[in-house]
């Protein structure tokens, strides 16, 4: 059974760093792409970041680049989601995905949205407030 499940949540001031992790079992993750999607209450949810399953290249949502990295640890089967930087406004639920489509060429803009993503997490909750 392939099951994702996402860590490393909590309250955090403006200004200061989470790690989020998104852990899978009975399956591979090396061989997925991978996406990290928040929703925050009151709106849709809404594509962050991912990282492909050919040459890890990585995308980024306008609104956390420079701020968050993805990056994976193939060893513990696992996709990480250094936050930095965090304000108020990147409150939300986070979620990780995985697809075994590949991530390339022009396509490749498409995978920060849900459509392409077959397997989800049940989320991990960020708050980030003074």
């Known amino acids: 059974q392939l099951q994702l499940v996402e860590s490393g949540g909590g309250l955090v001031q403006p200004g200061g760093s989470l790690r989020l992790s998104c852990a899978a079992s009975?399956?591979?993750?090396?061989?997925?792409?991978i996406g990290w999607f928040r929703q925050a209450p009151g709106k849709e949810r809404e594509g962050v970041s991912c990282?492909?399953?050919?040459?890890?290249?990585?995308l980024y949502a306008d609104s956390v680049k420079g701020r968050f990295t993805i990056s994976r640890d193939n060893a513990k089967n696992t996709v990480y989601l250094q936050m930095n930087s965090l304000k108020p406004d990147d409150t939300a639920v986070y979620y990780c995905?995985?697809?075994?489509?590949?991530?390339?060429?022009?396509?490749?803009?498409?995978?920060?949205?849900?459509?392409?993503?077959?397997?989800w997490g049940q989320g991990t909750q960020v708050t980030v407030s003074s």
């Open positions: 009975g399956f591979t993750l090396e061989y997925y792409a």
């Open positions: 995905a995985a697809t075994r489509r590949l991530g390339y060429g022009s396509g490749w803009a498409l995978f920060l949205m849900e459509f392409v993503y077959d397997n």
């Open positions: 990282i492909n399953n050919s040459d890890n290249s990585t």
